[in-house]
């Protein structure tokens, strides 16, 4: 099942096949390149390696570095990357370990790694992760159902309360808001956004997870108010003419961190030069599906039945930039639309998963301890082995940060976020649990 550090170098240049990852994707495996001769002594413990991913545009970097080759290009040849039906599916797959018929690591919500490490698994036993990458910056939406059209609800939705105690008099009273996972990106941007506009998540409506591909067929239902996910799901809303989207999440927090590359810790830790492998092959993945040309290509790959198995339209116009928000709004040209290279996003900032835990403490999550979460990031966050990764890939200097923290934030509200100072921005919040 595993192959020997000279086996698979080996193997690696006696299957080496016919084209470049700029190619088409008539093969599995990219061509060889020095990059690809691996010395007996730098291949990897094993190759192969589960990896999850839920059918989410920003787990892109995962199918292409499988499609196109790359993590065979570096060792990694019996790499598999398997679809998940939920994010609680993924985290308990996780904390199975493919030893046990689980998966190895994932495309992840950048908090869950942190709450497995914390004991918030389905054992109630701590599942000690790593993030070695951030994987995209950007690209989720908030969208809300035809019957808040007239309320014009956007990214300052203040509206949006109007409208919820309207719905209440009316005798709707169980208002429902999807988010994908308690405490993930998706919920927690939902729940900025809510709180923001005067909505308290937790006392004028009920927030409740829906796996990502459900989000569409429940609000067909019409059995939720809004939801918060990533792509496709929200263009497909549109293209369906089911609901409209308020607003993309770029526009609620310019360059958000998203998704993660996150691995068991102990996977990596006994097997650093696969971990390394795998992470490089993500990199050049990340690399190459921020590059324009290669959009529609990714897009088309992706939406294939074994991955998506949803129309390529539904993907493609957000992931250019092309905006349709459903109520008459379109952007042609949006700035702030998911990233997988660009800027520094690959980067796991130390200073953004501050942020995340700090918000969930703020809604009740986890315990409001500063210096337990500051300890806590050091430990996860392996910005340490994403450097190792980009040196190895010979990342241009000007692209690797000499910092942990991308420093103050600014959301659309205007409230900041020093992640030098999260115990003030905390205190400074009006709603809140914590």
């Not at 008539?26 to 010395?39: D, F, L, N, R």
């Not at 900025?192 to 009920?206: F, I, R």
């Not at 301890?369 to 890939?393: G, Q, S």
Request: net charge positive.
């Amino acid at each position: 099942m595993f192959a020997s550090g000279a086996t698979a170098a080996a193997s690696i240049l006696t299957n080496a096949c016919s084209k470049k990852i700029e190619g088409e994707t008539k093969s599995s495996t990219a061509e060889a390149t020095p990059a690809a001769i691996i010395a007996a002594g730098d291949a990897p413990e094993v190759t192969i390696a589960k990896l999850g991913f839920i059918p989410l545009t920003d787990s892109a970097p995962l199918i292409i570095a499988k499609e196109k080759g790359l993590f065979a290009k570096y060792g990694m040849k019996d790499v598999e990357v398997l679809k998940q039906t939920s994010w609680p599916v993924t985290r308990d797959n996780l904390e199975t370990g493919s030893a046990g018929g689980g998966i190895d690591g994932a495309h992840i919500l950048s908090p869950m790694p942190y709450f497995m490490t914390m004991g918030m698994t389905k054992t109630k036993q701590p599942v000690p992760m790593y993030i070695l990458a951030r994987l995209n910056t950007n690209g989720q939406g908030i969208s809300v159902a035809n019957t808040y059209k007239d309320a014009k609800i956007q990214l300052k939705g203040a509206g949006f309360k109007e409208a919820l105690v309207k719905a209440k008099s009316g005798g709707k009273t169980d208002l429902k808001i999807a988010v994908t996972f308690p405490g993930g990106t998706h919920d927690l941007w939902m729940r900025y956004w809510l709180a923001a506009n005067g909505v308290d998540p937790n006392k004028d409506v009920s927030v409740v997870p829906v796996p990502p591909p459900q989000m569409v067929s429940n609000m067909k239902t019409a059995s939720m108010e809004a939801f918060c996910v990533g792509e496709p799901w929200n263009a497909r809303l549109v293209n369906q003419k089911l609901g409209y989207t308020a607003l993309v999440t770029g526009e609620l927090w310019k360059d958000h961190p998203e998704k993660a590359l996150s691995m068991r810790a102990d996977w990596v830790d006994k097997n650093p030069k696969a971990a390394k492998a795998i992470l490089m092959a993500v990199m050049e993945a990340q690399q190459w599906c921020d590059k324009p040309e290669n959009k529609e290509e990714m897009c088309k790959i992706i939406s294939m039945p074994k991955w998506f198995d949803v129309p390529v339209a539904d993907i493609l116009g957000r992931i250019q930039g092309k905006i349709d928000y459903g109520d008459g709004r379109t952007e042609t040209a949006y700035p702030n639309s998911m990233k997988f290279w660009a800027d520094n996003t690959s980067y796991p900032y130390q200073s953004h998963d501050m942020w995340f835990l700090t918000e969930n403490m703020r809604w009740g999550n986890i315990p409001t301890d500063f210096v337990k979460a500051k300890e806590l990031v050091k430990k996860v966050n392996r910005e340490d082995l994403w450097k190792a990764a980009a040196t190895a890939l010979k990342v241009d200097a000007a692209q690797i940060p000499t910092s942990t923290s991308r420093g103050v934030e600014t959301f659309f509200d205007g409230v900041k976020f020093d992640p030098a100072k999260p115990e003030e921005y905390l205190k400074a919040l009006k709603i809140k649990k914590a």
